[in-house]
């Protein structure tokens, strides 16, 4: 396909998903920002992932699964309430937010290309295109209580094949941590359809039938300078596992583990990680704590025999290309990036999701801008 192509990009319908079950009690975690940085600014800071599948079967759609996705969704978050909650001021009145699973939803949106998927996978700028198949507003400073954290866009092309993309604040979730709640989210999928008489029969939420005549979707040229840079083109993100668990309240530790993901990191990109840079630390309750750091005062200490169990990984390492929202249908297609503010470097340390065994660890997550 000619780059040259005005490929165009369709919001069909933008609708809110939330738990099936009311939240009760409501759950929240705490967020720690300094006042320098503000809500506004640290809530730009997301992780984007798309997952691209072919149609399995002649008359299976973006738009039937689209219809399902909403009712599996709604009973994904059941046992994930904070995703479809909402960011507020702390109760304790000491500058501190909070996000709380107060049902508000999260927000999907359905959405039509005009090339197919092989036409897609074949573009030779690719991440400008991959920036439309993912939808993100930036928290409102004002009013963050009505901002959503999590987005899903399900985007259709014209072969029958079709993308699901998730953008999600990363105060809500990591790499991991979200990959975990894909794995989880999908089996409920899959099961949902399993059950069902005919799995590709119209899904009540079925968009074609529910659209309003005359309603004017908008238009979004892929190829026009307009369009949002992708993320990934301006920073590299480097992902390390340690298979312990670390103290939360030990920052001389995090400071150990830092630097020596950070040395990694500088390594395999050949970029050298700004002079300060933005520490995210989620502790184990999930509550978070965003710091400002200095470079020199992490390689202040020579490393101890702590880190000797790192692992650096890469993003197929995480198995998202697995992830299935129909029985034995992988992605054929996944990308994954974590977006910078204005070229801010920034490490995230957070808990790993418990395996199936039981066994958990922690995260380096370090973001280099170009």
Same mark, same amino acid.
């Given at each position: 396909m000619s780059e040259c192509i005005?490929?165009?990009?369709?919001?069909?319908?933008?609708?809110?998903?939330?738990?099936?079950?009311?939240t009760d009690p409501r759950h929240s975690r705490r967020v720690s920002v300094p006042e320098k940085?503000?809500?506004?600014?640290?809530?730009?800071?997301?992780?984007?992932?798309?997952?691209?599948?072919?149609?399995?079967?002649?008359?299976?759609?973006?738009?039937?699964?689209?219809?399902?996705?909403?009712?599996?969704?709604?009973?994904?978050?059941?046992?994930?309430?904070?995703?479809?909650?909402?960011?507020?001021?702390?109760?304790?009145?000491?500058?501190?937010?909070?996000?709380?699973?107060?049902?508000?939803?999260?927000?999907?949106?359905?959405?039509?290309?005009?090339?197919?998927?092989a036409q897609f996978l074949h573009l030779k700028?690719?991440?400008?295109?991959e920036s439309e198949?993912? !939808?993100?507003? *930036?928290?409102? +400073?004002?009013?963050?209580?009505? =901002?959503? $954290?999590?987005?899903?866009?399900?985007?259709?092309?014209?072969?029958?094949?079709?993308?699901?993309?998730?953008s999600c604040s990363l105060f809500l979730a990591d790499p991991f941590s979200m990959t975990s709640f894909l794995n989880k989210w999908s089996k409920i999928h899959c099961t949902m359809l399993s059950q069902a008489d005919k799995p590709n029969k119209i899904p009540t939420f079925y968009f074609p039938n529910l659209r309003k005549p005359g309603t004017l979707p908008a238009?979004?040229?892929?190829?026009?300078?307009?369009?949002?840079?992708?993320?990934?083109?301006?920073?590299?993100?480097?992902?390390?596992?340690?298979?312990?668990?670390?103290?939360?309240?030990?920052k001389e530790i995090h400071k150990t583990l830092a630097a020596k993901c950070i040395e990694e990191a500088e390594n395999k990109t050949s970029k050298r990680l700004s002079s300060r840079f933005?520490? !995210?630390?989620? *502790?184990?309750? +999930?509550?978070?704590?965003?710091? =400002?750091? $200095?470079?020199?005062?992490?390689?202040?200490?020579p490393f101890s025999g702590l880190i000797s169990g790192v692992d650096s990984l890469s993003w197929e390492d995480l198995g998202i290309d697995k992830i299935c929202f129909k029985e034995d249908t992988k992605a054929v297609y996944?990308?994954?990036?974590?977006s910078s503010i204005f070229g801010e470097d920034f490490v995230m340390i957070v808990p790993s999701p418990d395996d199936d065994e039981g066994r958990s660890g922690h995260n380096i997550i370090v973001t280099i801008s170009d």
């Amino acid at each position: 396909m000619s780059e040259c192509i005005a490929t165009k990009l369709q919001i069909e319908a933008m609708q809110t998903v939330m738990p099936l079950k009311p939240t009760d009690p409501r759950h929240s975690r705490r967020v720690s920002v300094p006042e320098k940085h503000g809500p506004g600014s640290s809530f730009r800071r997301r992780l984007h992932m798309i997952l691209c599948y072919n149609k399995a079967s002649d008359d299976e759609s973006g738009w039937i699964v689209a219809g399902w996705i909403k009712e599996s969704l709604g009973r994904a978050l059941i046992e994930n309430p904070v995703l479809a909650g909402r960011l507020r001021k702390g109760e304790d009145d000491d500058g501190d937010m909070e996000i709380v699973s107060n049902d508000c939803g999260v927000r999907m949106l359905e959405a039509q290309i005009n090339i197919t998927l092989a036409q897609f996978l074949h573009l030779k700028h690719k991440r400008v295109a991959e920036s439309e198949l993912v !939808f993100w507003e *930036d928290v409102q +400073e004002s009013t963050p209580q009505y =901002s959503p $954290l999590f987005y899903i866009q399900v985007t259709n092309f014209n072969c029958g094949g079709y993308s699901i993309g998730i953008s999600c604040s990363l105060f809500l979730a990591d790499p991991f941590s979200m990959t975990s709640f894909l794995n989880k989210w999908s089996k409920i999928h899959c099961t949902m359809l399993s059950q069902a008489d005919k799995p590709n029969k119209i899904p009540t939420f079925y968009f074609p039938n529910l659209r309003k005549p005359g309603t004017l979707p908008a238009h979004v040229p892929l190829d026009s300078s307009s369009t949002n840079d992708h993320p990934a083109a301006t920073t590299r993100t480097v992902i390390f596992r340690l298979p312990t668990k670390i103290s939360n309240s030990d920052k001389e530790i995090h400071k150990t583990l830092a630097a020596k993901c950070i040395e990694e990191a500088e390594n395999k990109t050949s970029k050298r990680l700004s002079s300060r840079f933005t520490m !995210f630390l989620k *502790d184990s309750m +999930e509550d978070v704590k965003v710091e =400002s750091w $200095l470079r020199e005062d992490v390689f202040q200490k020579p490393f101890s025999g702590l880190i000797s169990g790192v692992d650096s990984l890469s993003w197929e390492d995480l198995g998202i290309d697995k992830i299935c929202f129909k029985e034995d249908t992988k992605a054929v297609y996944f990308s994954c990036w974590i977006s910078s503010i204005f070229g801010e470097d920034f490490v995230m340390i957070v808990p790993s999701p418990d395996d199936d065994e039981g066994r958990s660890g922690h995260n380096i997550i370090v973001t280099i801008s170009d």
